[in-house]
């Protein structure tokens, strides 16, 4: 199908397809896990009696209860096609779903067989050091030093986002903790408590250290917040950009940090932090003697898919720490866009500079000459990630992996010791009897990690994609780039868009300006309209048709989301996409919302420039039928609400 085959990994055998094009590899794959379980189980202790004889499994109770595990199976089918959303299509763009890669979800029902818990190695033998090294990909692929760094496999996002907030709170505590132990204190000089909330996250974790030396650490410990409580507002700020998602609030109330203690950053036209509001902000605090929690940067937001600079926030904290000597953690939620750092290195996991990957990108295939892709500032965020103490990571969103897999890397590995329930097992490595090489052993992910029992089919999914699918620009980096040409070139078809006319009424359709990834954000209007309310609820009715909320999405001809930008989130940013469109100020000042269509373009379908074309054609076609959907049901609703009327006057006469 593509014209990008440069490399040895063709994208299309990466997924089930479209129209189950690798159904036969697939059906042989999975009949290949099961079988091997068989096998290992039949295998086992094969001087083991029999149990069951071929008599017992004639008796009709046992045929029945075949029969019913068959009938839910059955009705589950059904159920399932019937109301599932079909990710695997490109007429899906709508969250950040896609099809997955046959090689997790093949890798997942392998490893589930199995039924590993990755809480403790002696549950998971295989898949716990599957998960560390996945981990590992990641630190990796983020520019971290994997001898000094760790990461590992959440339930997503959201999780990953509460672990990063609970190591850089127990981490805020430990100064403080080191000054009232009478033994401890030494180390710290006398240090003002100003100080003591302001330290470098390297210096709180070269503490760690000299604690351990002296075998104080863990009493220390019981005397951070994780022993003692956290003090209200004792431990400052956590600044986020107004368009975080919404679990960094769930993170304030769940770690007793409350949600008043949340700063906004305010964003800029082009959605992502202002670093000039941030500055301004962050030296303010230091001004008033408060101390900074953390600072998160969003790589790739929720709603526009925005990048923020993160080049900036790590210049801001460097600026802070020699002018004010006041320094502060930094997070960075790249859930959405992270997966996207492995397109910037090369085979040899080397980053690539900007001149050279632009270069490579178009001599490779792996971009159309017309795309060039990242913006310069954006390349500077993604290299300056690096430089962040911690890194949430989606690889269930543009990791092309089954759910649940989110993932949080962390820059120093010696920071979980402030969240461990355990001596570190996590990092023991004991040499083997008679052997030099030294192996990880009884690692117990569950003592240093948010979650306890956890699937290791997961770690296995997502180690098997990144065996398969190098983080680099030649495995996610064709992959990724796919979704983003093709939401490049939706945004261009948008922009040269004839308006669609239907029973005389005209309606343009407008696209949001190019986004620093592969969200689209776009919206229709009727020719004439300047009423912003009409406006939003057009979209708005739009967006339930192309919707689960249509009914069967099984026959629905495109499937998208939506969201609302708003000014309590985004300030006045929203007001140039509306005026673009031909609203006014006054229209903005009045309603302070708009509704618009959100596609995460992540198809790897529609990369060659026929098959887009072909299929922009059928879009456009569908969107057409949508508005005439739209126009048949106002026409019916007034036509009934008049016979209403005249009913209802007929009566009060
Ligand atoms: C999706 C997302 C999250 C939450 O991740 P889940 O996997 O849904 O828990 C957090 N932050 C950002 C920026 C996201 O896009």
Redesign the pocket.
């Known amino acids: 199908m593509s014209n990008f085959n440069n490399s040895k990994m063709n994208v299309d055998a990466l997924f089930l397809g479209p129209k189950s094009e690798n159904a036969v590899f697939f059906k042989e794959m999975m009949e290949y896990a099961v079988m091997e379980h068989a096998h290992w189980r039949s295998g086992f202790h094969p001087e083991d009696p029999e149990f069951l004889t071929t008599v017992d499994r004639y008796a009709p109770e046992y045929r029945d209860t075949l029969y019913r595990t068959e009938g839910i199976l059955n009705h589950l089918s059904s159920k399932l096609k019937t109301t599932s959303i079909p990710w695997f299509s490109p007429r899906y763009m709508g969250h ?1 779903n896609a099809d997955t890669l046959m090689v997790s979800n093949l890798a997942y029902v392998m490893a589930m067989m199995y039924n590993p818990n990755n809480c403790a190695q002696e549950s998971s033998p295989t898949t716990t050091l599957l998960e560390l090294e996945a981990g590992l990909d990641l630190c990796a692929m983020f520019g971290y030093d994997v001898n000094q760094s760790w990461g590992h496999i959440t339930s ?4 990953a ?1 509460y672990e990063g907030l609970w190591v850089a709170r127990n981490l805020k505590t430990l100064p403080l903790a080191v000054a009232k132990h009478a033994k401890a204190q030494d180390l710290l000089e006398n240090k003002s408590e100003k100080v003591l909330l302001n330290m470098p996250t390297s210096a709180v974790l070269d503490l760690i250290d000299e604690l351990k030396k002296q075998g104080l650490f863990e009493e220390v410990r019981e005397m951070t917040c994780r022993g003692e409580g956290v003090e209200q507002g004792k431990l400052g700020k956590l600044l986020v950009p107004q368009s975080k ?1 919404y ?1 960094w609030m769930k993170a304030m109330d769940i770690l007793g940090l409350g949600q008043q203690n949340i700063v906004q950053l305010p964003v800029d036209a082009g959605y992502r932090t202002d670093p000039t509001e941030m500055k301004k902000i962050v030296f303010s605090l230091i001004e008033q003697g408060k101390p900074i929690l953390a600072v998160v940067a ?1 790589v ?3 709603e526009t898919g925005a990048i923020d600079n993160v080049a900036d926030l790590i210049a801001l904290r460097k600026e802070c720490e020699t002018r004010f000597g006041v320094s502060f953690y930094i997070h960075i ?1 790249a ?2 866009a992270g997966y996207a750092c492995a397109m910037l290195r090369d085979e040899n996991n080397q980053l690539i500079d900007y001149d050279t990957l632009i270069q490579r990108y178009h001599q490779e295939g792996i971009f159309p000459p017309e795309i060039i892709w990242p913006k310069p500032d954006v390349y500077q965020s993604f290299k300056s990630l690096s430089e962040a103490d911690s890194i ?1 990571v ?1 690889p ?2 543009v990791g092309f992996i089954p759910y649940a897999a ?1 993932a949080i890397c962390m820059k120093d590995k010696r920071i979980v010791d402030l969240i461990s329930y355990h001596a570190a097992y996590v990092f023991e490595e004991v040499a083997e009897k008679g052997q030099t090489a030294k192996k990880t052993q009884n690692v117990l992910l569950g003592s240093s990690i948010m979650e306890g029992s956890k699937a290791g089919a997961t770690a296995a999914a997502v180690w098997a994609a990144h065996r398969l699918v190098p983080l680099n620009i030649l495995g996610y980096g064709k992959l990724i780039a796919a979704g983003i040409t093709t939401a490049n070139w939706m945004i261009e078809s948008i922009n040269v868009s004839e308006p669609f006319e239907i029973e005389g009424r005209k309606f343009e359709i407008y696209a949001m300006p190019a986004p620093d990834f592969h969200m689209v954000n776009f919206m229709f209007k009727e020719v004439g309209n300047i009423s912003l309310e009409k406006q939003n609820q057009l979209n708005k009715r739009i967006y339930e048709l192309c919707s689960y909320a249509a009914g069967r999405s099984y026959t629905n001809d495109f499937l998208t989301s939506s969201t609302s930008l708003t000014f309590e989130e985004y300030g006045n940013n929203p007001l140039s996409f509306c005026r673009y469109a031909g609203f006014s100020e006054q229209e903005w000042d009045k309603v302070h919302s708009l509704y618009v269509l959100r596609a995460a373009v992540m198809t790897h379908c529609l990369r060659d420039k026929q098959h887009f074309s072909d299929y922009w054609l059928e879009l456009r076609k569908t969107f057409e039928n949508k508005l005439q959907q739209l126009i048949d049901e106002k026409n019916k609703l007034s036509h009934s609400k008049n016979n209403y009327l005249k009913t209802f006057v007929r009566i009060s006469i």
Do not use: L
């Open positions: 950040m997503g996002g959201t999780v986002n998602h679990s969003v790739g937001t929720t939620d859930a959405y949430t989606d269930h969103k989110g």
